[in-house]
């Protein structure tokens, strides 16, 4: 019945008011819509950045944030515009505000979802109208609020003079007026329904009594102390049905005027979104996403830090960093989680990282790779200090299992995938190797590990090497070692803490076989006749 209001989607305004604010997720100067990376299927599961992306989005579905996720940026001051941002919604007030502003735009979505839903023509365009209602709302507050606070991040400030122009606009303020007046007029309705038999009359309201306050003077003075309520409470259904809406289709007859003004409404205001703002909604959940899943982390103690990134040095540094995704898991088991540092300086390159397995060292070539890759996104990153580089690609290369599909032994495996981080990683890329050629003997995987890190060593690439192969620690300058370290009491624990030294060739085993009683000495004991 009737004409159907346009999708949500397409109810934005073709010419907002001029201004210099564009987008919350990128400066003037930045694409507002860079491609994702195409090789992040490549390391996200390595580093686990694919769980914490899932976490982190996991209540903001309806946003469809992963895209953002999925798109590093590679200009430090697209990063700083984010950092600043992250900054102003870590005061209470304005996250307070922008989450009120998100609230109302989620209703009127809700409202204008209802009213394409609804088979009857007042229906439909009294939902219509209070979504544009919560819309006005939304804005106009928005605006006043941040008017109040101090905001120091670009982006929000740019908002907030946009928005100040927008609110004051024509068009604006008409919309708003016009919301006014027709919800006045729908509010002074007033009418009769008269039921007699199976039918139903609908009539002006004339100053009839209310015959349900008469009732209830006349039976007050059989009142005896407080009674049982037996007056039937109308549900708020979700739709009109049929009677309802042959009812309300009578009272709009004896009010043309009134229901007249509803529906020039409807036909006259079905673009009454401004672009710019509901772009805004969604892009700002980003950092409500990730501060929210953050401040889980940083009630249990930890630390995270606004790192100083920079695309020309690669003296990095990173204090009681830790493994994110790791970190979200003890926290909710209410495990304790250790923290590292790392520092490179001068010529340095590259971690090779050795010591006794089950140690840590894994953990630290993600943490290594998230702190990156993270701060590349504008985010606050685990650590209470950070200094890192803004590089150009991530390559990882971690054990996976044989795929049947490519026929290849597992050391083919890797020498094709090692091939491929050779042949495109360049002086500005982060290369990260876990446990490489551990299918081959050991004499082999030191001389194709040899190889690989010396050309990535000539490379001059940012890194990590997780191995057993300790004398790759001492390869040259640029690689420095790491040592994952134990308990001194008792050698069989591990401490997961990685110290910047010299590798010791000790595995532990020994101390392993001795606890459990597998010694050669204690095995040939029980074996005697």
């Given at each position: 019945?009737?004409?159907?209001?346009a999708?949500a989607s397409?109810?934005?305004?073709?010419?907002?008011?001029t201004?210099?604010?564009?987008s919350i997720?990128?400066?003037?100067?930045?694409p507002?819509?860079?491609?994702?990376?195409?090789?992040v299927?490549?390391?996200?599961s390595?580093?686990l950045?694919?769980?914490?992306?899932?976490?982190?989005t996991a209540?903001?579905?309806?946003?469809?944030?992963?895209?953002?996720?999925?798109?590093?940026?590679?200009n430090?001051?697209a990063?700083?515009?984010?950092?600043?941002?992250f900054?102003?919604?870590?005061?209470?007030?304005?996250?307070?505000?922008v989450?009120?502003?998100?609230?109302?735009?989620r209703?009127?979505?809700?409202?204008?979802?209802?009213a394409?839903?609804?088979?009857?023509v007042?229906?439909r365009?009294?939902?219509?109208l209070?979504?544009?209602d919560?819309?006005?709302?939304?804005?106009g507050?928005?605006?006043q609020?941040?008017?109040?606070?101090?905001?120091?991040?670009?982006?929000?400030?740019a908002?907030?003079?946009?928005?100040?122009?927008?609110?004051?606009?024509?068009?604006?303020r008409?919309?708003?007026?016009?919301?006014m007046?027709?919800?006045?007029?729908?509010?002074?309705?007033?009418?009769?329904?008269?039921?007699?038999?199976d039918?139903?009359?609908?009539s002006?309201?004339?100053?009839?009594?209310?015959?349900t306050?008469?009732?209830?003077?006349?039976?007050?003075?059989?009142r005896?102390?407080?009674?049982e309520?037996y007056?039937?409470v109308?549900?708020?259904?979700?739709?009109?049905?049929?009677?309802?809406?042959a009812?309300?289709?009578?009272?709009?007859?004896?009010?043309?005027?009134i229901?007249?003004?509803?529906s020039?409404?409807?036909?006259?205001?079905?673009?009454f979104?401004d672009?710019?703002a509901?772009?805004?909604?969604r892009?700002?959940?980003?950092?409500?996403?990730?501060?929210?899943?953050?401040?889980?982390?940083?009630?249990a103690g930890l630390?995270?830090?606004?790192?100083n990134v920079?695309?020309t040095?690669m003296a990095?540094?990173?204090?009681?960093s830790?493994?994110?995704?790791?970190?979200?898991?003890?926290?909710?088991?209410?495990?304790?989680?250790?923290?590292?540092?790392?520092?490179?300086s001068g010529?340095?390159?590259m971690?090779?990282?050795?010591g006794?397995?089950?140690?840590?060292?894994?953990?630290?070539?993600?943490?290594?790779g998230?702190l990156?890759?993270?701060?590349?996104?504008?985010?606050?990153v685990?650590?209470s200090?950070?200094?890192?580089?803004?590089?150009?690609r991530?390559?990882?290369?971690?054990?996976?299992?044989?795929a049947?599909?490519?026929?290849r032994?597992?050391?083919?495996?890797?020498?094709?995938?090692?091939?491929?981080?050779?042949?495109?990683?360049t002086?500005a890329?982060?290369?990260?190797?876990?446990?490489?050629?551990?299918?081959?003997?050991?004499?082999d995987?030191?001389?194709l590990?040899?190889?690989?890190?010396?050309?990535?060593?000539?490379?001059g690439?940012l890194?990590?090497?997780?191995?057993?192969?300790?004398?790759?620690a001492?390869?040259?300058?640029?690689?420095?070692?790491?040592?994952?370290?134990?308990?001194?009491?008792?050698?069989?624990?591990?401490?997961y803490?990685?110290?910047r030294?010299?590798?010791d060739?000790?595995?532990?085993?020994?101390?392993i076989a001795?606890?459990?009683?597998l010694?050669?000495d204690?095995?040939k004991e029980?074996?005697?006749?």
């Amino acid at each position: 019945m009737g004409e159907r209001p346009a999708p949500a989607s397409v109810l934005t305004t073709p010419e907002p008011p001029t201004g210099c604010f564009d987008s919350i997720l990128y400066p003037a100067s930045h694409p507002a819509s860079p491609q994702p990376a195409d090789d992040v299927a490549g390391f996200f599961s390595d580093l686990l950045l694919d769980q914490i992306v899932e976490a982190v989005t996991a209540s903001w579905q309806e946003y469809g944030l992963t895209p953002i996720f999925h798109a590093p940026l590679h200009n430090t001051d697209a990063i700083i515009y984010r950092q600043e941002i992250f900054r102003d919604l870590e005061d209470e007030h304005v996250m307070r505000a922008v989450k009120d502003f998100s609230r109302q735009m989620r209703v009127m979505r809700e409202r204008l979802d209802r009213a394409g839903k609804r088979s009857y023509v007042q229906e439909r365009q009294w939902w219509f109208l209070a979504a544009v209602d919560a819309y006005c709302d939304g804005v106009g507050r928005l605006y006043q609020d941040l008017d109040a606070l101090a905001l120091c991040s670009r982006g929000l400030r740019a908002l907030h003079g946009y928005l100040g122009a927008y609110v004051a606009s024509a068009r604006f303020r008409r919309v708003a007026e016009e919301v006014m007046t027709v919800k006045s007029g729908l509010a002074g309705v007033r009418y009769c329904v008269l039921v007699k038999g199976d039918t139903v009359t609908v009539s002006d309201y004339r100053g009839e009594p209310d015959y349900t306050a008469q009732i209830e003077v006349t039976f007050e003075k059989f009142r005896r102390g407080e009674a049982e309520n037996y007056q039937v409470v109308y549900r708020d259904a979700d739709a009109l049905n049929h009677v309802e809406a042959a009812i309300l289709e009578r009272v709009a007859r004896l009010h043309p005027d009134i229901f007249g003004a509803l529906s020039a409404f409807h036909a006259r205001h079905r673009d009454f979104c401004d672009e710019r703002a509901i772009r805004f909604d969604r892009e700002v959940q980003f950092y409500i996403a990730y501060l929210s899943h953050i401040a889980f982390c940083r009630h249990a103690g930890l630390r995270f830090c606004y790192p100083n990134v920079s695309a020309t040095s690669m003296a990095i540094e990173s204090r009681q960093s830790f493994d994110l995704a790791l970190a979200t898991r003890f926290v909710a088991e209410n495990a304790p989680v250790v923290c590292n540092d790392f520092y490179l300086s001068g010529p340095e390159r590259m971690f090779v990282v050795s010591g006794p397995n089950q140690g840590g060292k894994t953990t630290f070539a993600r943490t290594f790779g998230q702190l990156h890759y993270l701060a590349s996104l504008g985010c606050p990153v685990p650590g209470s200090q950070a200094h890192l580089f803004l590089y150009d690609r991530i390559f990882t290369q971690f054990e996976r299992e044989e795929a049947i599909a490519n026929l290849r032994g597992k050391l083919q495996d890797d020498l094709v995938r090692i091939r491929h981080i050779l042949d495109n990683a360049t002086p500005a890329s982060i290369v990260i190797l876990n446990e490489i050629f551990s299918s081959t003997t050991v004499s082999d995987a030191l001389f194709l590990s040899t190889k690989v890190m010396t050309q990535l060593c000539g490379l001059g690439a940012l890194g990590v090497c997780v191995t057993f192969l300790t004398e790759l620690a001492s390869l040259s300058g640029r690689t420095v070692s790491m040592v994952g370290s134990v308990d001194p009491d008792d050698p069989t624990v591990r401490t997961y803490k990685l110290e910047r030294r010299p590798a010791d060739d000790l595995a532990y085993a020994l101390a392993i076989a001795r606890k459990y009683r597998l010694t050669y000495d204690c095995v040939k004991e029980r074996i005697k006749p």
